[in-house]
Nanobody, 120 residues
Framework: QVQLVESGGGLVQPGGSLRLSCAAS????????????MRWYRQAPGKERELVADITSPGGTTNYADSVKGRFTISRDNAKRTVYLQMNSLKPEDTAVYYC?????????WGQGTQVTVSS
């Protein structure tokens, strides 16, 4: 059973930084972490879940939502089966639950989410 466990969320002041981690385990025998596209989503209260960033493998091609470009960086360590989201210059509107997603068609797996609150 695939498990994705997010960590690193918390309360931070505007302009601050956080680094989220998502550790993956339990992939089917024939597939490995490196074969999955990894994504970070977020969902703020009363809003729909939105894609924040994703990273492919191999190659590590990245894509970002316009709202986080230049502030957030997604990366992955295939040896550690972990994906990261470095968040800098945080704004109150970044407040949300952040979710990790692993996808290799047709399978898609989700973590339980980690809360990020940006407030003074």
């Amino acid at each position: 059973q695939v498990q994705l466990v997010e960590s690193g969320g918390g309360l931070v002041q505007p302009g601050g930084s956080l680094r989220l981690s998502c550790a993956a385990s339990g992939f089917p025998f024939m597939f490995t972490f490196s074969q999955y596209t990894m994504r970070w989503y977020r969902q703020a209260p009363g809003k729909e879940r939105e894609l924040v960033a994703d990273i492919t493998s191999p190659g590590g091609t990245t894509n970002y939502a316009d709202s986080v470009k230049g502030r957030f960086t997604i990366s992955r360590d295939n040896a550690k089966r972990t994906v990261y989201l470095q968040m800098n210059s945080l704004k109150p509107e970044d407040t949300a639950v952040y979710y990790c997603n692993a996808e290799r068609h047709p399978s898609s797996y989700w973590g339980q989410g980690t809360q990020v609150t940006v407030s003074s």
